[in-house]
């Protein structure tokens, strides 16, 4: 398996667009999450699916992020509007089951200007 | 909002130095701790998964431990090298699965 692939690794996108970062899981694994990595908080938790399902999205800044899980082998982070303070690193990992290490992607570097 | 915190959040050692980090989580609806060890500019991988009150891992120089009903866990380098130098994470997972990071020591060894 290649590992957990998100896609654009880099973002720039001018204020007020639309955002979608993407991430593919590895196969078999039932649980997906979605983090972002800033300065200030370190990786804080935003989302996470159990079985394509979102269990809690306590950790989504404000109604300007969605997320998606459609399938078990694709996930989206959605940003509509963005802002300049959504500018991160934006990481998705996925793991088999409970009590299992996580494995990340590579991240998707957003700036938005 | 679940409490992960690390001390201390950086730290400078010599090569050769054996050095410790620590994590505190919360001691109720404890699922598992992580450590994860974080390259600048890659991803964080898992080094240990720890379930059980009193457990103990190892991998090579790196060891970590766990309390569970105080809710602490230490990590350990012995003879610390720079291909050490990382930040390194503990991870708090709840009985909801969620997985919970604490802010990570960043570790620099020096040559």
Redesign the interface.
């Known amino acids: 398996d290649a590992g957990v692939i998100q896609s654009p690794r880099h973002e720039v996108t001018e204020m007020g667009q639309e955002v979608t970062l993407r991430c593919k899981p590895i196969s078999g694994h039932d649980?997906l999450?979605w983090?972002r990595q800033t300065m200030m908080r370190?990786?804080e938790?935003l989302i996470?699916f159990?079985n394509n399902v979102p269990?809690?999205d306590s950790g989504m800044p404000e109604d300007r992020f969605s997320a998606k899980m459609p399938n078990a082998s694709f996930s989206t982070l959605k940003i509509q509007p963005s802002e300049p303070r959504d500018s991160a690193v934006y990481?998705c990992?996925s793991?088999p089951f409970?009590?299992?290490?996580?494995?990340?992607?590579?991240?998707t570097r957003l700036t938005v200007v | 909002i679940l409490n992960v915190e690390q001390s201390p959040q950086s730290l400078h050692v010599q090569e050769g130095d054996s050095t410790n980090f620590t994590c505190s989580f919360p001691s109720s609806n404890f699922?598992?701790l992580?450590w994860y060890r974080w390259e600048t500019a890659?991803?964080?991988?898992?080094l240990f998964?720890m379930?059980l009150n009193g457990d103990e891992k190892k991998k090579g120089r790196i060891s970590a431990t766990l309390n569970t009903k105080e809710g602490y866990s230490y990590l350990y380098i012995k003879g610390s090298q720079p291909e050490d130098s990382a930040t390194y994470?503990c991870?708090f997972?709840n009985a909801?699965?969620?997985?919970?990071?604490?802010?990570?020591t960043r570790l620099m060894v020096k040559p």
Do not use: C, W
């Open positions: 649980y999450f983090y370190g990786l938790l996470y159990n269990i809690d990481f990992a793991r409970m009590n299992t290490e996580a494995f990340f992607g590579q991240g | 699922y598992a992580h890659k991803s964080p991988e898992a998964v379930t994470l991870a997972d909801g699965n969620m997985l919970t990071f604490g802010g990570g």
